[in-house]
């Protein structure tokens, strides 16, 4: 009674209920494209690459945020969906540097796995400028807001993990941007745990090693 059955990719998947389709696809081995995504979080859905058709939905939805129905058919590959997940990542990389030779996080970087994966060499428009503002530092962490792509997986974790809420996302004259209240942080980590880019890196590695 607690079980369903559905179709992804023409493959019959037999999961428990309560779930979403980026679950149920991993668990049967299929695994779709994340970025803001995280097993220890609640989903945020904020990266747009787990987009997935439905039958029956005239447009794709986000397989994180999504839960399973009982007869569902999804597909997680498709030319469409490609381009939608390709289109994202450039819109992510128009306020990300690729300086990925100096970042400490290249090697280890699911941005630029992304980026190699859906074939991205150029982006076609350009970004606009910002005035970045490093809200964030501590003894142990180091914040690089230009690299942050507002994935808001460090806001979440400060939040669900920690019970602290020291990180927030502010909206200021150059757009979104990340602040910090010093008088909660604790200087966990748990920050640079999570993110999935050189946003948040832990001060003393600083350029001394890469974590490859």
Known sequence: MNMIRLTIDNKDVITSKGITILEAAKNAGILIPTLCYHERLNPIGSCRLCVVEVDGQSEPVTACTTPIEDGMSVTTQSDRLFQMRQEALKLILVNHPLDCPVCDKAGACKLQDLTF??????????????????????????????????????????????????????????????????DKCVSCGECVQVCPVGGMLEKKSTFRWRAW
Do not use: M
């Open 117 to 182: 994966e859906f074939d991205i060499k150029s982006i076609d428009c350009q970004a606009p400028n910002r005035n970045y503002i490093s809200a964030y530092q501590t003894t142990f962490i180091k914040h690089w807001p230009e690299r942050c792509i507002l994935c808001l997986r460090c806001v979440s974790a400060c939040k669900e993990i920690q019970n602290i809420g020291a990180l927030d996302i502010e909206n200021t004259e150059d757009g979104p941007q990340l602040s910090f209240n010093r």
